[in-house]
């Protein structure tokens, strides 16, 4: 592709000024009402931004190394919903005691978890996609897809078709800061997130490791040249994406209380989403993108129709890669 | 007579050929066997048949974007609903109820081209900004446009119903028809006919028809100047601009073209339905007919159509038959505490086969990737492409 039609300052104007009516339209929305009102839907925005990002960074980081949508990571993410809640009753925790001698037990349920579905979603790399690594690109999105049905399939037929509730063990008390009323529910799982996203964001960046993720996704060839294993890297890669898909499997859950076997493929397709508007294959874009794609959804539900929140999320996604296909902070990948 | 013996030992080793002899002897008999084998019950088998007919449609025409042209499409299913809901509501009472007050009875035949103009129209609004894009970015683009489309006939309550979709739709009607012991009945002209949902066998010979002239039209495109434009882009995209071909409008002309054919099954499915629902337009949808071309063969059009038709018959014969027949098997077997529902446990050995089914459909994905990339029924050109892949190999592997 020689020019596209993204690049050029034009299209970028455009898709500024759709996106500068859009947030005028909210604003005179959110004028509307209260104060309170708007701050206790930012909260909720952007606790669900957070999750949002922890999945988005899989995607992400998948995309950026092997040029692959894997379709199966947000059922990777729901995976990790479902093997917590399973080892709930393990661990002797139950809903209504909540309190710091519960820290410990989450804890090691959150690392059995995150070590289970980074298994999976090795395996899946494994078998699936790494056989396929030279074929075209149609290929592995299909099988991406086949296993995102397998994984679906396993938890439908380990739970079956139902809504099932998620222990609430976080407090639910609110924090009142100078009149905003804060939940600390919230608050933990955007700090939780935040951790997460700036330590593997570090790891990427400091270890060596990290870097030969990052000379992988660049050049495989010259990658390979220098010595890098690529097998592993990329492994190395599914398996990060993995532990913090589990990650926000037990976030999710914890945070929402309701999880179902086939969560994982809208909130998948929202979390790529974000993915793709904060610059597909760029880390820190994949947070900021979730964030945002998680504020959007909030306002939209509250402020608008909720009904249309999917269309509009959806919309970002296509007007992002008509306007913009690089994203909010981009990453120039090369057509090959 | 010698000349046709000739072409047929001509033809007897070419797999396309005797693929179209065995699809065309099949759909011609089908009725007439179905009707014998089951004693004059075959009613509902034949009406399966039809639906497989729209499915097969589909896939001709997911083929032409994704086989010939090389575009990655994901949300096929939204042009299915935009001709879908073109004849829903151009030929029903439902605008009698949305701001227009007036209903409007477009009869089927127009609706059918209407719609096929429709979805193109739609193919040709998404593809002109899009297309320019790199591949798998399109790819993306249209599985947003997939999500974004069924929800948008969801929420425009006052047009569309909303989750109820719109029903009562019109049935084709024709001056006069031939019916005989292939439906079950005495040999006869009916005048004034219609089409109505019980009578199997006009819809079956009616998508038959669409499917021969539609697989005709395809076959006459994939040879002709825009064809070959489609095979260069999909090969090389620089080096076919660089041929004089103009690329951007091959690629759109390839997704308006695909559109259209979803657009009239959209119509005839509809149609046959006499219900147009925002449910049956989802991603799944999109994906089983991404698979059927897939299963069958990218890029070869009795490929597409086989796969279409296996897919389908495992989909919504085998599968959903599954359930009550392995329930009937232990059963049979003296094994009734296969079949016994445990609470919180065991859901019985039918509920248990029904749960399989995504598991089924993934592998099918999965194992027709590894083992057979080129499907079924390849063309030759993609299954070398398939196997020796399109990528610069490394210079060296690590063992």
């Not at chain 2, 896939?59 to 032409?64: C, E, H, S």
């Not at chain 2, 054919?261 to 994906?287: D, H, M, Q, R």
Request: net charge neutral; charged share 10%; hydrophobic share 55%.
């Amino acid at each position: 592709m020689l020019r596209s039609f993204g690049n050029t300052s034009f299209a970028s104007l455009i898709g500024l000024l759709i996106a500068a009516a859009a947030i005028a339209l909210t604003a005179q929305r959110v004028l509307q009402h209260d104060a309170s009102f708007f701050f206790q839907i930012l909260t909720i925005g952007v606790a669900d931004g957070a999750i949002y990002a922890l999945i988005a960074l899989g995607y992400t980081m998948v995309y950026g190394i092997i040029e692959l949508i894997n379709f199966a990571h947000g059922d990777v993410f729901t995976l990790g919903a479902f093997i917590s809640l399973a080892l709930f009753p393990v661990f002797g925790l139950a809903e209504g005691g909540s309190g710091f001698g519960y820290v410990l037990p989450l804890l090691a349920i959150g690392l059995i978890t995150m070590a289970l579905c980074a298994v999976v979603n090795v395996t899946i790399e494994r078998v699936a996609y790494r056989p396929l690594r030279h074929a075209p690109r149609l290929a592995p999105l299909i099988t991406a897809i086949g296993m995102s049905s397998i994984l679906e399939g396993a938890m439908y037929l380990w739970k079956g078709p139902f809504n099932l509730h998620y222990p609430d063990l976080l407090p639910a008390t609110r924090l009142d800061i100078s009149g905003v009323s804060i939940g600390v529910k919230d608050l933990i799982v955007l700090t939780l997130a935040i951790v997460l996203v700036v330590a593997f964001t570090l790891f990427i960046n400091l270890s060596k490791l990290g870097k030969a993720m990052r000379a992988t996704a660049q050049d495989r060839d010259a990658a390979l040249l220098m010595g890098i294993d690529i097998n592993r890297t990329i492994a190395a890669t599914f398996f990060i994406g993995a532990v913090l898909a589990g990650a926000g499997g037990i976030t999710y859950g914890l945070y929402i209380n309701n999880v179902a076997f086939d969560l994982g493929f809208i909130t998948g397709l929202i979390a790529f989403t974000a993915a793709v508007f904060g610059g597909i294959g760029n880390i820190p874009g994949a947070a900021i993108g979730g964030l945002l794609i998680g504020m959007v959804r909030a306002f939209s539900d509250s402020y608008f129709d909720s009904s249309w929140t999917e269309v509009v999320i959806f919309g970002i996604l296509i007007a992002t890669l008509v306007f913009r296909p690089t994203g909010l902070l981009g990453m120039r990948v090369p057509e090959k | 007579m010698k000349r046709l013996s000739k072409l047929v030992r001509e033809q007897s080793k070419n797999p396309n050929a005797i693929a179209y002899a065995a699809m065309a002897v099949a759909g011609l008999t089908f009725p007439g066997i179905a009707q014998f084998a089951t004693g004059g019950n075959a009613d509902y088998l034949v009406s399966l048949a039809a639906d497989a007919g729209v499915f097969v449609l589909l896939a001709i025409g997911l083929n032409v974007v994704v086989g010939f042209a090389g575009l990655l499409d994901l949300g096929y299913a939204a042009f299915f609903a935009i001709g879908s809901y073109t004849y829903g509501m151009l030929a029903s009472q439902q605008l009698i109820s949305s701001p227009l007050h007036t209903a409007l009875h477009v009869p089927f035949w127009i609706a059918l081209v209407l719609g096929m103009f429709i979805a193109a129209g739609a193919g040709a609004l998404l593809g002109a900004p899009t297309l320019r894009l790199r591949g798998d970015y399109l790819a993306i683009v249209t599985l947003g446009f997939g999500e974004i489309v069924p929800r948008f006939f969801r929420n425009m309550r006052e047009w569309t119903s909303g989750v109820n979709g719109i029903s009562a739709l019109d049935v084709p009607t024709l001056p006069f028809w031939i019916t005989g012991p292939w439906a079950n009945t005495e040999l006869a002209i009916e005048q004034n006919f219609r089409f109505v949902t019980f009578n199997a066998t006009a819809w079956y010979v009616l998508i038959v028809i669409l499917i021969v002239a539609s697989v005709i039209g395809v076959n006459n495109l994939h040879g002709s100047r825009l064809g070959r434009a489609w095979m260069a882009v999909r090969e090389d995209e620089t080096a076919a601009a660089a041929m004089g071909v103009n690329t951007v409008n091959t690629k759109l002309l390839a997704f308006a073209i695909g559109a259209s054919f979803s657009g009239f099954a959209g119509a005839f499915y509809g149609a046959k339905l006499s219900l147009v629902s925002p449910e049956s337009f989802g991603f799944v949808v999109s994906i089983t007919i991404l698979s059927m071309v897939v299963l069958g063969g990218m890029g070869n059009i009795p490929g597409a159509m086989v796969g279409a038709l296996l897919l389908y018959a495992v989909l919504y014969k085998f599968l959903p038959d599954a359930p009550l027949q392995a329930a009937s098997l232990a059963h049979s077997l003296g094994l009734d505490w296969l079949n016994t529902v445990v609470p919180d446990g065991w859901p019985g050995l039918g509920e248990f086969v029904s749960r399989l089914k995504f598991i089924i459909f993934g592998l099918i994905l999965v194992t027709i990737m590894l083992v057979r990339p080129q499907g079924l029924l390849p063309s030759r050109l993609r299954a070398q492409e398939l196997k020796r892949g399109v990528h610069d190999e490394p210079v060296t592997t690590v063992p």
